[in-house]
């Protein structure tokens, strides 16, 4: 194979991204009160917020969006998605949803009531929050490996099973509606979970008779990084591998905003009918019809196509070399990352860039501030602004959307890491002005100490 990474596509439309001074950063950045979110999009050069709902559709998937069956009821789109989903995910019933938080609160709100444990690998933030509206515990049970930023290991997202076994024996079946393992694991820098950890998760579960879901946003990924890490899977496709992995569960939620290659939708899946009835007369107050869930005949279509382009090996082969690259370019220099690079985005670790600024004044949010100021880049602070003082790192992370940049311009993302890397020095703190009573980062106004 030749070393040079190539994207497997060429470009049939562009859309120009706009440079802009490093003065007129400075404005920007004074008006944007130091929070990137808070920046108009049309100022970002390199816009690496997040992979959610950012990545850009194929031909295909465009061609496809003009067979939308806009029909209310019974689409020939709906018929297309459910194949596509059920092709791969082989679950008996199929929900479309408008994003991946909506499949949540009805999976949660019917599986779940208070007192209920949901542990899971490392709940996202949706999914905490859902568990915990439903009136549960979510309780993160990921292998200790995966909470050590420094700490190589091929699957850093897998449960811990032995602590899994002591939480049932603890609290007794009956407070445990269902396990959940998050496919990667997002909140733990985008680390794969093992076909034999989910083979382990999957027997504990049946022993006691608990559903196993997985939280599927980037199972794709996963189910690469199983080929490449994991012994005998080497010569299994990639879709292979993904039925493989859903084979072992009961049901899912997902996002298709991730691995479904589309900038909205997502669904929710089980195996059981009862569920599933109740699932989809609480779909039918909130979302939609159950053929079509809040999303329109055309997001289905795109989905359904997504969901199989997700899985072709020439793309993730580039995606998770491409990301790979530009986290041990930037290691190679010395830049601390959480390692190993994930599937989805490469995280700074700000505490150690910036061992002179305290944890109170943000290095994280001074760190993704500095990376715009330099080179109009847009990342996310992952720490003391978004989880206060329970936040355990300051991390920037740098999520990479799918098929939207070039490896030239990943290559710009690196220069100008490792140029904010021989200036940090001189990057100062950040002092809070204004902090919402709740999801503070948001909206947060801060200037610099
Ligand atoms: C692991 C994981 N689960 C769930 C979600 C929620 O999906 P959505 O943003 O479509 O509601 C996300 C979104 O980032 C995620 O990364």
């Known amino acids: 194979m ?48 997040t992979d959610s709902g950012t990545g850009a559709m194929s031909t295909h998937q465009w061609a496809a969006v ?3 069956d806009e029909s209310y009821a019974g689409s020939k789109s709906f018929d297309r998605f459910r194949a596509s989903v059920q092709e791969i995910f082989g679950y008996r019933h199929v929900i479309p949803t408008h994003q991946g938080r909506a499949a949540e609160r009805i999976l949660f709100g019917i599986a779940c009531k208070k007192g209920d444990l949901v542990p899971n690998n490392t709940h996202f933030d949706t999914t905490r929050a859902n568990v ?13 490996e995966g909470r050590q930023s420094q700490t190589d290991h091929p699957f850093k997202g897998n449960m811990d099973v032995v602590a899994l076994r002591e939480l049932i024996v603890r609290v007794g079946r009956d407070r445990i509606p269902l396990v959940m393992l998050t496919v990667t ?10 076909m034999a950890n989910i083979c382990e998760v999957s027997a504990l579960c049946r022993e006691h008779k608990i559903p196993l879901y997985f939280d599927a946003c980037r199972f794709a990924e996963n189910a ?46 089980t195996n059981d009918d009862l569920l599933a009835q109740q699932q989809k007369d609480l779909l039918i107050l909130t979302e939609g019809y159950p053929t079509y869930g809040g999303l329109a005949g055309r997001d289905l279509e795109a989905i359904a196509v997504g969901l199989q382009e997700a899985l072709e090996e020439d793309y993730l ?14 290691a190679a220099q ?25 944890v109170e004044q943000f290095p994280g949010v001074a760190l993704a501030a500095e990376l715009y100021l330099e080179g109009g880049i847009r990342s996310v602070e992952i ?20 098929r939207v940049y070039t490896q030239s311009h990943i290559d710009y993302v690196v220069e100008i890491i490792l140029e904010v890397w021989r200036k940090r020095g001189s990057i100062r703190g950040l002092k809070l002005n204004y902090e919402a009573p709740f999801l503070r980062h948001f909206t947060a106004k801060l200037e610099p100490v």
């Open 2 to 49: 030749p070393r040079t990474i190539i994207e497997p596509f060429r470009i049939k439309s562009v859309e120009p991204i706009r440079w802009t001074t490093r003065r007129e950063r400075e404005q920007l950045l004074r008006a944007a009160h130091y929070n990137l979110f808070l920046l108009p999009a049309a100022d970002v050069l390199i816009d690496l917020l």
């Open 66 to 68: 003009m067979e939308g």
């Open 132 to 144: 915990e509206f439903a009136g549960a515990e979510a309780v993160d049970l990921v292998i200790p």
């Open 185 to 194: 694991n997002n909140s733990g820098g985008g680390q794969p979970v093992s």
């Open 224 to 269: 690469y990084f199983i080929k490449l890490r994991e012994k005998g899977y080497d010569s299994k496709t990639p879709k292979q591998i993904a039925q493989e992995m859903f084979s072992y569960g009961d049901g899912c939620t997902m996002s298709a905003k991730k691995d479904g290659m589309a900038n909205i939708g997502g669904f929710l899946c």
């Open 317 to 330: 082969r580039y995606r998770i070399a491409s990301t790979a690259y530009l986290g041990n370019h930037v």
């Open 334 to 358: 010395g830049v601390p990352i959480v390692q190993p690079p994930g599937g989805h985005a490469i995280y700074l670790d700000a505490r150690a860039f910036l061992p002179h600024v305290p």
């Open 383 to 402: 720490g003391s602004l978004m989880f206060g003082k329970s936040a355990k790192m300051d991390l920037v992370r740098l999520a990479i959307p799918r």
